[in-house]
């Protein structure tokens, strides 16, 4: 089945330090992946859509200049958390389609586990 | 209103005996319906997908779906404490490459 690889799956830093996180679609091609963020019992969050070859559309009060995201190839997204700070410890999770299926599925990677001290 | 809508639960049942999901959506030209479990401290993890109205059985996992009614359920049977997670519904408007997620119902089985 299709995979999506995640990498760190965790991930320490210290406060104004940038840490970027990787999503790869293993098996298929995706012109788009989602990147979400959830915290401790709460739902999961899109947070921006990542899109091949042109810029991410994020979501509404998501900075995008806090929160960059790359997606330089089409099984390859990234999201750069800048200056970071301990409120942005969260869980980073991404997710990604297989372009070439209409109604595909989204499959998720194993998510990075961010904590900011 | 919100667009996918799931009961949070808790829902608890008995090992052995059947758990129902429930979900509904608001936008009625949606053509993909997604089911994904989440373990706590993990990332969601496909269970099933449905595309066309009725029952499509996987295992001890069926899911069911009625447009007229927008709604899009899943059944699992002889439930197991491992089965034990939040169950998320994802629907897929048709046109559009987003997926809206409902928030999810968490299932506790019972041993």
């Known amino acids: 089945g299709a995979v999506v690889s995640q990498h760190p799956s965790r991930v320490i830093c210290k406060s104004g330090t940038s840490v970027k996180i990787e999503c790869r679609s293993l098996?298929?091609?995706?012109?788009?992946m989602f990147w979400y963020r959830q915290f401790p019992k709460q739902s999961l969050m899109l947070m921006a859509t990542?899109?091949?070859?042109?810029?991410?559309?994020?979501e509404q009060g998501v900075e995008k200049d806090k929160f960059l995201i790359n997606h330089a190839s089409l099984t390859l997204s990234t999201l750069t958390v800048t200056s970071a700070h301990p409120e942005d410890s969260s869980f980073y999770i991404c997710s990604a389609r297989n372009s070439r299926q209409s109604s595909s599925p989204l499959h998720f990677g194993n998510g990075t586990r961010l904590t900011v001290t | 209103q919100k667009e996918v809508e799931q009961n949070s639960g808790p829902l608890s049942v008995p090992e052995g005996a059947i758990a129902s999901l429930n979900c509904t959506y608001s936008d009625r030209g949606s053509q993909s319906f997604f089911w994904y479990r989440q373990y706590s401290g993990k990332s969601p993890e496909l269970i099933m997908f449905?595309?066309?109205?009725g029952d499509k059985e996987d295992g001890r996992f069926t899911a069911q779906l009625n447009k007229a009614s927008q709604y899009v359920s899943l059944l699992i049977r002889d439930s197991q404490p491992s089965d034990s997670a939040t169950y998320l519904c994802?629907?897929?408007?048709?046109?559009?490459?987003?997926?809206?997620f409902g928030t999810g119902t968490r299932l506790k089985v019972l041993a």
């Open positions: 098996d298929f091609q995706a012109t788009t």
């Open positions: 449905i595309y066309s109205n």
């Open positions: 994802a629907v897929n408007p048709g046109g559009t490459y987003k997926y809206i």
């Open positions: 990542s899109n091949e070859g042109s810029k991410a559309t994020y």
